[in-house]
Each structure stands twice: as C-alpha cells, then as structure tokens.
C-alpha cells in the first residue's frame, strides 16, 4: 500500500462518500501516521471520529490539531 499521504486522503475521501465510514477512518489514520503535520488528513480524521460516535477521541485529536 502506498505511504503517500494525499493517496491515502483521497481514498478516505472517496469511502467516506460511499458511507464506508470504517474504511475512510483507517485511510485518514494512516494519512497522519505517513505525514503526522498534515492538518486535513488530521481533521478529516477528527471529522470521521465525530460522525462515528468516538466522540473522546475525536475531542483528543481536535486538541492535538489546535496546537499544531
């Protein structure tokens, strides 16, 4: 699998708007695991979190995003 970030980001992206909201999260996790000062993927993990109801970990990266 690629350890392209923005690969990972679009493939989050694109299984997010199928709903395959499991599968976008573990692309936009490995998104900021391959590019940890990558501020979209890491909201658009914060995003996913929220949308799926991991509302403390969502709240913990949301905090880790403001003091990036």
Do not use: T
């Amino acid at each position: 699998a690629p350890r392209d970030p923005v690969v990972r980001v679009a493939l989050g992206v694109c299984l997010a708007e199928q709903g395959r909201m499991s599968e976008a999260m573990m692309q936009f996790r490995r998104a900021v695991e391959y590019a940890d000062d990558d501020v979209i993927a890491a909201l658009l993990l914060q995003n996913a979190l929220s949308e799926h109801e991991e509302g403390s970990e969502a709240q913990d990266l949301y905090q880790d995003i403001y003091k990036r």
